[in-house]
Every structure is written in structure tokens, then in C-alpha cells.
């Protein structure tokens, strides 16, 4: 047994404390909730905490400068967005100057909205930013490859076949003896006209640059065709003789056969006022009839038959027994006119009268004389009409020939022929028709009468000529120029850079475009006449064309942003909760090492109290 050493008491001393510094550090933890409070808690584990850490703070301050740069796209594309209302707007001013009914002061007043328009859109590009940052009026880009280039390209092409746009050729009654016109130029005139025409083609591609970045690739071609063309307009007029005989041959003509008249074979086509070669006819409706007082017209009869001849026609009516026949008949030199009149009525004693009016059909106006006597204005009683012969000459400017009845064998002379002014006109009023009259008293059963006129020696004061008016376009020469203007680009566009992550590399550059109006081509508009509005509608369409593929780019980046910022919410999420696995206590684990710290710690302390009573059992073997 010794004293100097107290091997228990050391032993139950260095227990307590080991215990001591446990249920230390276990409140420690409990007390701060974290498993690592200094270095020498778990080093390892320290340093993948703090790198963690400072990767979560990253990805938070990457969090708002996501959130940054969607505001700075979205502010961009709304700039965007009122300068394509403003492109809408003007092309609609452009394409109601381009309409004809609008005079040149509305014009001027179009261009003045257009150009306020234009003012409109520079505001916006220049007054469009993001804390202090321009976004629509960027012209500060980096060219990387220039292949523009101009190309002029010169034609000459001509002279063309003459090409004929008003053809006009008539037959027309001329005197005998008019002089022909050998085919002769009337008018000539050679007039150049310019035309102007454009075409832009415009688009903008993401490209690769040299450098390894992102850039863009500006390709338009700009078309213009400048056309002169030259042309020669010549009006010439021809007149010669027509020798067909047909425009003088009698003929035989009808449009149904109550309305049948004498014209020639062929008439001209231009034939002026009183030369139409119309020579006089019978109607229908005009054929008085009475029989035994009872009044009717040819129409009042039924048409039994109706025929063409070789040389005329023939036509057959009844009505209750009297039948009358007509006749029209045209030889070489002559026209006649027939009527027989039949009584198959089973009565006898049929007291019959018939008159008939005698007029052209169409456009004939004549004058009327009798070398006979025959009165021509009034009516003409049987004993002043000749038995044979000529009862009437008939003329006008075209034409003379004479009138007479058809005698001999069984035709019966007229009781009276009645005129009117001295005239035989084709209006159908009557105004100046002849209209001969017969009649048969005690016509029996079976018994015929006839009667009839004839129209002949016909002289024709005029010959027929053909005249040719014509007009041609010849296309002596067209010039075309065309310049193309090739703008091929490369650029890098001023760019805001966004980070969107915690490592070097984590950036989005959102490019900063120019979209004031002399970028876009859309500087120098108006509607002062229909080419120079023709080109401005050119110019839109190009433009509007540019700003919605500036507002695609920007579409794109907005989503680009959005899919990043989900992204980096979760990258941050999942690292904070693995940090937390490393950093963070267990808490019910802690307060099991405590409990366990606090027995042993008590324990501790009993056994030290006994270990150091040992050594007094020595006083009592001292006693």
C-alpha cells in the first residue's frame, strides 16, 4: 500500500475531465445547433461547409442579377413594342397616300404624320434604359468581318415589233370619184418614261464569332431598278376604193316575215346619217284591210306559210275565207313587191280594199318628186296617177331611183296614193311613208285580185371605200439599271453582362441593339407621289421585318433567363441542404451525449471522492 501516488484518484480525475470537456461541447452544439463551431470540430468538414457557403451566397446575388436582367429584356422589348405600333401605324398612312383619291395637301399632311412618327421612335430608342444604361440606340458594336459590296448592272434591250392597240376599219359611202388615201402617218410621238422600282431584303443571324463569343451576322440587300423606257406612238389612216358589187345589188331582207324590206347584199358598217342603203318595205302592221267595212290589218291574219325564194320571199294569210299573198322579189336591177288577193269565202259580191305604207326600215331619209304629176303632199286620186310608168323619183345623196305600180295583165291601178311633204322617211310614226291604195267591188267566190309596186333604175352617186385608222407602239429602247447594295456583316453588339452563376464562366451577354430610324432605313419616307410611296412601303416592311427579329432575340434571352433563374433556385436549394447535412447538429443525438456526459461526469466525481479517502486506511495500521 502507497501514499506518495494516487494511481485511482489520477485515474478517476482524468475520467472526470474527459467527461467534463464532452458534456462541454455537447451543450456547445446544443446551444448553437451546429455539429462544426470551430475548426477542430471537424476540419475537413469545415472547409466543405464554408466553400458551400460561399458557393450559396453566389448562387443568391446570381438569383437577383437573373432577376435583374429579365426587368432589363422586358423594359427593352417594351421600348420594342411601341416603336412596331408606330411601324404599323405608318405603313398604314403610306398605303392610304398611295390610293388615288386623296388630294396633294392630304398628301403633305400624311408626310407631316410620318415624319412626327419618326420623331416618335427616336424618343423611344433614345429615352429607352435601364439604370442609366441605353438599350435602343446602340451603335458602340465591334465589327469582326466586312463583306459588303455594290453591284450596278446596265441593260439595253430594243428595238421591239410594233404592237398595235387601236385598230379601227369601216366601209364607208364616199362620192364617186373620192381619191384614195395611200396608208399615211396622221400623228407620231416618241415619249420616255422612268420607273423606279425597289426591293430590301434584311435578316440578322447568331453567329460564332472568331473570338469564340457569340455575335451576329447583318445581311440585307438593297434592290434598286431604274427603268427608261422609250417608246415611239404612231397613228396612220389608209382609204381605198371597195369594188365588191354586193354594196349595189338589190336584195330581199327580213327580220320576221310580217317586216320585210329592199336593201343591197352588203351594207358598209360606217355609213353616216341618211346613207344607209335602205330602200323601202312593207309591215304588217301596216297593211290596212277592209273588207265589207269591217277593218283589220295584215297582223290581224293567221301566217298559213311562209318561204324563201331564190330571189325573195313569199308569204301566205288567211282570215274567214280571204286569202292574200305577198311576194317580195329583187332581180339584178330591180325590186318588186306583189299582193293577189284570193276569195275562197264560199261568198260572192266581197267588197275588198287594201292599202299598204311604203317606208324605209332603217336610216333612210329620201326626197320625193313625180315628173308624172302625181301630187307629193296630199293625196293623189286615181285619174292623177299614171296607167304605166314611172309615179315617183326618189332620191337622196346616195341614191336616185323611181317608184312606180305594177300594171298590165290583171294588176289593178290605185284608187289613191297619199304622201306627206315631199319626203319618204324611216321613222316609224309615219311621219312621211307612201301609201298607195287599192279596192275590188263585187270580188265572187273564187276570183282573185292583184296589185303590186316596183322600185328600179337605181343610181348610186356614191362608191363604197374602206377606211383603216390605226394606231401602234413601238418600244424603241429599254434601259434598266440596277444597283444591288450588299451590307454582309459581323458584329458583336454592345452587350450587358449578366452573371448568372457563382463560377467565372457563368455569364449571359444580352446584346444592346440600335433601333432609331436611320438604323432602320426608315429615315427618309413620304407619299409626295405613288413611287416615292411605293419605295417608303419597301423601306417598312424591311424594317418592321428587323425589330420583330430584334424582338425574337429578346424573347429568346427573357426564356433563356427564366429557365436559368429555375435553375439556379435549385442548384441553391439542393447545396444549402446538403450544407446543412455537414454544418448542422442532431439534435436528439446531442442530448443523448449529453445525458450519457452528465452520469459519467457525476460518476466522475463519486469515484474521485473515494479514490482520495483510500489512502487513510493507512492512519489505522498506524494506530
Known amino acids: 500500500m502507497i501514499i506518495n501516488t494516487n494511481v485511482l484518484a489520477m485515474n478517476a480525475g482524468n475520467n472526470l475531465r474527459i467527461n467534463n470537456d464532452k458534456k462541454s461541447k455537447s451543450m456547445e452544439k446544443l446551444s448553437s445547433g451546429l455539429r462544426i463551431n470551430r475548426a477542430a470540430d471537424d476540419a475537413a468538414g469545415l472547409t466543405i461547409s464554408e466553400k458551400m457557403r460561399g458557393q450559396i451566397r453566389g448562387l443568391h446575388q446570381a438569383s437577383r442579377n437573373i432577376q435583374d436582367g429579365i426587368s432589363l429584356v422586358q423594359t427593352a422589348e417594351s421600348g420594342f413594342q411601341g416603336i412596331t405600333d408606330i411601324i404599323q401605324r405608318q405603313k398604314e398612312l403610306i398605303i392610304k397616300g398611295m390610293n388615288g383619291t386623296y388630294s396633294d395637301n392630304d398628301r403633305k399632311a400624311i408626310d407631316l404624320e410620318i415624319s412626327q412618327l419618326n420623331d416618335a421612335i427616336e424618343s423611344i430608342a433614345e429615352g429607352t434604359s435601364f439604370n442609366t444604361i441605353n438599350l435602343l440606340a446602340r451603335d458602340d458594336y465591334q465589327i469582326f468581318a466586312d463583306r459588303s459590296s455594290q453591284n450596278v448592272e446596265h441593260t439595253t434591250s ?17 362620192p364617186i370619184g373620192s381619191p384614195e388615201t395611200p396608208k399615211t402617218v396622221t400623228a407620231s410621238s416618241t415619249v420616255t418614261t422612268i420607273k ?40 396612220t389612216h389608209e382609204q381605198v376604193l371597195v369594188t365588191d358589187p354586193r354594196y349595189k345589188e338589190p336584195d330581199v331582207k327580213y327580220n320576221t316575215p310580217d317586216n320585210v324590206f329592199f336593201q343591197t347584199k352588203l351594207i358598209p358598217n360606217g355609213t353616216f346619217v341618211g346613207q344607209y342603203p335602205d330602200f323601202g318595205g312593207a309591215e304588217d302592221r301596216f297593211t290596212y284591210i277592209e273588207i265589207e267595212g269591217a277593218n283589220y290589218t295584215l297582223a290581224d291574219f293567221t301566217l298559213m306559210g311562209f318561204s324563201e325564194t331564190a330571189n ?20 339584178s336591177i330591180s325590186f318588186t313587191a306583189q299582193f293577189t288577193i284570193h276569195n275562197n269565202s264560199g261568198i260572192d259580191n266581197r267588197d275588198i280594199r287594201i292599202g299598204t305604207a311604203f317606208k324605209p326600215q332603217y336610216d333612210g331619209n329620201y326626197s320625193l ?11 293623189a286620186s286615181s285619174a292623177q296617177i299614171p296607167d304605166s310608168g314611172t309615179a315617183f323619183e326618189i332620191t337622196n345623196d346616195l341614191v336616185d331611183y323611181e317608184f312606180s305600180f305594177l300594171t298590165g295583165a290583171n294588176y289593178l291601178k290605185p284608187d289613191t296614193v297619199v304622201t306627206k311633204g315631199s319626203q319618204l322617211t324611216s321613222d316609224s310614226s309615219l311621219t312621211h311613208p307612201i301609201v298607195p291604195s287599192w279596192s275590188r267591188v263585187g270580188l265572187n267566190n273564187g276570183e282573185t285580185m292583184e296589185f303590186g309596186i316596183r322600185l328600179s333604175n337605181f343610181i348610186f352617186k356614191m362608191d363604197v371605200y374602206r377606211d383603216t385608222d390605226m394606231t401602234t407602239e413601238t418600244i424603241d429602247q429599254i434601259d434598266v439599271t440596277v444597283t444591288t447594295d450588299i451590307k454582309d456583316i459581323d458584329y458583336a453588339a454592345a452587350a450587358v453582362s449578366i452573371q448568372t452563376g457563382d463560377k467565372t464562366g457563368d455569364m449571359i451577354k444580352i446584346p444592346l441593339f440600335d433601333a432609331r430610324s436611320s438604323a432602320l432605313g426608315i429615315s427618309s419616307m413620304g407619299v409626295s407621289s405613288y413611287e416615292n410611296a ?51 447538429t442532431d439534435m436528439a443525438k446531442e442530448m443523448m451525449e449529453l445525458t450519457r456526459s452528465q452520469i459519467l461526469t457525476e460518476a466522475g466525481q463519486a469515484m474521485l471522492a473515494q479514490a482520495n479517502t483510500t489512502p487513510q486506511s493507512v492512519l489505522k495500521l498506524l494506530g
Open 196 to 235: 423606279d422600282d425597289s426591293n430590301i431584303t434584311s435578316t440578322i443571324t447568331s453567329i460564332i464569332l472568331p473570338n469564340g463569343e457569340g455575335g451576329y451576322n447583318l445581311y440585307s440587300e438593297s434592290e434598286q431598278v431604274h427603268t427608261e423606257t422609250t417608246i415611239t406612238t404612231e397613228s
Open 369 to 379: 318628186a313625180s315628173s308624172a304629176g302625181v301630187p307629193t303632199d296630199g293625196t
Open 312 to 331: 325573195g320571199v313569199r308569204a301566205t294569210y288567211q282570215k274567214d275565207g280571204i286569202e292574200i299573198e305577198k311576194s317580195f322579189i329583187a332581180d
Open 158 to 174: 430594243g428595238p421591239f415589233s410594233p404592237t398595235t392597240t387601236n385598230y379601227e376599219s369601216k366601209t364607208h359611202f364616199w
Open 534 to 584: 411605293k419605295q417608303s412601303l419597301v423601306k417598312l416592311d424591311s424594317a418592321l421585318n428587323t425589330v420583330l427579329t430584334y424582338r425574337s432575340v429578346y424573347g429568346a434571352y427573357q426564356n433563356r433567363l427564366e429557365h436559368t433563374m429555375n435553375n439556379v433556385t435549385n442548384y441553391s436549394e439542393n447545396l444549402t441542404a446538403a450544407e446543412s447535412r455537414i454544418r448542422d
